[in-house]
């Protein structure tokens, strides 16, 4: 054996063993292309769904687009499902890599619930404040609509004066 395969060998086995720890997992290419045609149909199903009339007149009653806003997150949850499982690898990760994957996952699904809480809250009525139990974003909402409003009537005023102090001059 030359020296070139003896070095070969042993970085090989150097490489195999791994003091008992799981080895990394190499995902077939016959995984990555399934896995990429589940999601070229799911794409193509959430167009469908999109544009299809039949959903269209579907959700109408319903109250506008919410039905097919809700079928695209749910083929979008899929999707995503495909991804972290298989192009991340936490299929054959361990559990705590799975455990932590799911606090993430529930960690943002609590912030955004947080998000709609606080938009969609009566506040409590304090004193001082103008409105008492208009939600805080129609309230910020309106808050910003007088401020540009205001701001544009005092610009309005300047342009007049501007204007008649140049028409007192000719």
């Not at 720890?21 to 167009?47: C, D, N, Q, R, Y």
């Not at 996952?105 to 001082?128: C, K, M, T």
């Amino acid at each position: 054996m030359s020296e070139l395969e003896k070095d070969i060998t042993t970085e090989a086995a150097m490489t195999d063993d791994h003091g008992g720890h799981e080895g990394h997992h190499i995902t077939p290419v016959s995984h990555l292309t399934a896995t990429f045609l589940k999601l070229t149909v799911l794409m193509v199903l959430t167009i469908f769904a999109a544009r299809s009339e039949f959903l269209a007149g579907l959700t109408q009653s319903d109250g506008g687009i919410i039905g097919a806003n809700v079928l695209a997150m749910l083929i979008a949850f899929v999707k995503a499902g495909f991804v972290v499982m298989i192009f991340m690898g936490l299929k054959w990760a361990s559990k705590l890599s799975r455990f932590f994957a799911l606090l993430g996952v529930l960690g943002f699904a609590f912030f955004i619930f947080l998000v709609f809480d606080y938009g969609f809250r009566n506040q409590e009525p304090v004193s001082g404040w103008e409105r008492v139990g208009t939600p805080s974003l129609q309230r910020d909402r309106e808050r910003a609509d007088d401020l540009f409003s205001s701001w544009k009537r005092s610009k309005n005023q300047v342009s007049h004066e501007d204007e008649a102090a140049g028409d007192g001059g000719h």
